[in-house]
Nanobody, 123 residues
Framework: QLQLVESGGGLVQPGGSLRLSCTDS????????IGWFRQAPGKEREGVSC????????KYADSVKGRFTISRDNTKNTIYLQMNNLKPEDTAVYYC????????????????WGQGTQVIVSS
């Protein structure tokens, strides 16, 4: 069973940057598409970005296009979410998850989830 672990969250000022990481220490993620989701207090979970196992398919939510970049390094078994020009509305718990279905931000199609990392954007 996969055990995803996210890291890299924290407190950052508006306009700042963070890089989130998602990995599994025991099993390879090479065969899976990976998605990043977020959930702010009182709001529904939102799909942020996803990347296929072959790197060929990448999708972003409109709210993060041009600011966030997803990437993966299969040699390190790690998926990254580079977040630039952060805004207060990006404040949320960020989760990574895996699916065998590429190019989807439908949370119901993801099978395994990490426990999340908190991102707070505030001055």
């Amino acid at each position: 069973q996969l055990q995803l672990v996210e890291s890299g969250g924290g407190l950052v000022q508006p306009g700042g940057s963070l890089r989130l990481s998602c990995t599994d220490s025991g099993k390879t993620l090479d065969h899976y598409a990976i998605g990043w989701f977020r959930q702010a207090p009182g709001k529904e979970r939102e799909g942020v970005s996803c990347i296929s196992n072959t790197h060929t398919s990448i999708k972003y939510a409109d709210s993060v296009k041009g600011r966030f970049t997803i990437s993966r390094d299969n040699t390190k078994n790690t998926i990254y979410l580079q977040m630039n020009n952060l805004k207060p509305e990006d404040t949320a718990v960020y989760y990574c998850a895996v699916t065998i279905i590429p190019d989807t931000l439908e949370a119901e199609l993801y099978d395994y989830w990490g426990q999340g990392t908190q991102v707070i954007v505030s001055s």
